[in-house]
């Protein structure tokens, strides 16, 4: 079942270790939980204003989001 309180730990976990924005992707492989649980933990902390986020966009229109503790 899904803890919301203990993947929003593992996120916030990863980008105090990491220390740098990490892509959605990039968190869920380092917190060893699946993209779409690390993106719902992403903008829960966004909302509680624990973290903050940037969207870069690429040369071949791929658009990620970065997210790094504020």
Known sequence: MYDSGKSEKLVLDVLRKERRPLSTYEIAKLAGISWSTANTCCY???S???VVSEEKEYK???RKIMWWIK
Do not use: G
């Open 60 to 62: 071949t229109s791929l």
């Open 48 to 50: 509680k204003k624990l």
């Open 44 to 46: 829960k902390l966004f």
